[in-house]
């Protein structure tokens, strides 16, 4: 579905100082958001920090902002939250300290009620990290934003500031070393991965 | 074998987290959209922490030293201080505020409008003048205090509540710009 005239129409609102029209937004892609620091995290708590976070960055940057005609506020929002991620790794024992200060992460029945299913799914989740650290950044980046996150090349472009040729070389990129990955014993017993292991669906590979 | 589809499901931002965002965006939101209440409210505010402020450092002011502005050393974080302080170590009264760049500003700059941040902690009700302890409080709108920046000694800027001359009561060189 064809989202993104509406979210311009909310931006602008929001941008004039619209509360309902963020609220808007903010329920439309809060999840996303919230499962993708998550998935580049993998920790439940950092990623309730991290998602106020990409909010709160998101409003204070709403006059350096405009979306044309073809603009994504999607591509553009997920580009905060890259930004916010990138930032908590590369500062993280300061930005800990920053968090330590704020009202702490929210433990409610979604997360209460399953301690033990939210551990499983962090040590899941670090394993996968930790495969990806092979990666460069950049890759693991646009992995991310396609993979998991399910965005568009034009929204991913969007969000690295990069022309979508790049986000396809980029894909290709990484599609290729874990190819390599895979065959050097990393990926698996010199089977040969398949598409979905490579972060590439059917459709991801045709570059829609 | 490294399978980017074996990921854990994704999940919805628990209810609670969910509802104190939208009421800590809301209230920022509709601060920051009506200037002419802000600067009632700010108005207010000036006498009972002007008061403050004068029985917190008092008895500083004569030995208080005039240092040029300065820029913030440390790029991504500031301080937003709940009451006027010399603590400058880990533990003190306040909060941290971090700069996180969005995709069009690839190096986080030291919080260019750290005043405007810490003012936004401060009408939300993170910040309780005089009190060193951080946490929401219900959805409203709270008093802003006069607010002035300075820079620690150990280059960060920092926002106190207090009239301009606190940055030179506490020995401290006021942010320039």
């Not at chain 2, 219900?138 to 620690?152: E, I």
Request: charged share 25%; aromatic share 6%.
């Amino acid at each position: 579905m064809e989202r993104a005239p509406a979210d311009r129409e909310l931006w602008r609102a929001a941008a004039e100082g619209d509360s309902d029209a963020f609220a808007v937004l903010y329920e439309q892609y809060v999840d996303r958001i919230y499962s993708y620091c998550f998935r580049r995290t993998a920790s439940w708590a950092t990623a309730q920090d991290l998602t106020s976070t990409v909010f709160l960055e998101a409003w204070r940057r709403r006059r350096a902002v405009t979306f044309g005609e073809d603009g994504s506020v999607v591509g553009w929002l997920f580009g905060v939250a890259n930004n916010v991620v990138r930032g908590d790794q590369r500062s993280q024992r300061r930005h800990r300290e920053a968090l330590a200060k704020l009202p702490p992460p929210v433990a409610g029945p979604d997360l209460a009620e399953d301690t033990s299913s939210r551990l499983d799914s962090e040590a899941q989740m670090r394993r996968v990290l930790v495969a990806l650290d092979r990666l460069s950044s950049s890759d693991r980046e646009v992995l991310a934003l396609s993979v998991w996150s399910g965005l568009t090349q034009p929204d991913i472009a969007r969000a690295l500031g990069v022309p979508v040729g790049t986000v396809k070389s980029r894909l290709a990129r990484a599609r290729q070393r874990l190819h390599a990955l895979a065959d050097s014993g990393v990926g698996g017993p010199g089977q040969p991965p398949r598409p979905e292991v490579l972060g590439l669906t059917q459709s991801q590979e045709g570059f829609r | 074998m490294i399978d980017l589809n074996d990921v854990p499901d994704a999940r919805k931002l628990p209810a609670a987290r969910r509802e104190a965002d939208v009421r800590m965006l809301s209230a920022l939101i509709r601060s920051e959209a009506a200037p002419g209440a802000r600067r009632s409210t700010r108005r207010v505010a000036v006498l009972s922490v002007g008061t403050v402020a004068v029985l917190t450092v008092g008895g500083a002011a004569a030995a208080r030293t005039l240092l040029p502005p300065s820029s913030a050393k440390v790029q991504d974080l500031g301080r937003c201080y709940s009451t006027i302080s010399t603590n400058f170590g880990d533990d003190f009264p306040g909060t941290s505020i971090s700069n996180a760049a969005s995709r069009d500003q690839a190096a986080p700059a030291v919080p260019p409008n750290i005043v405007d941040d810490c003012a936004a902690a401060w009408r939300i009700g993170v910040l309780k003048l005089n009190d060193p302890h951080v946490g929401a409080q219900p959805s409203g709108d709270y008093p802003v205090p006069p607010l002035v920046a300075c820079v620690l000694p150990s280059g960060e800027a920092a926002v106190f509540p207090g009239p301009a001359t606190t940055c030179g009561d506490l020995g401290l060189p006021a942010l320039k710009g």
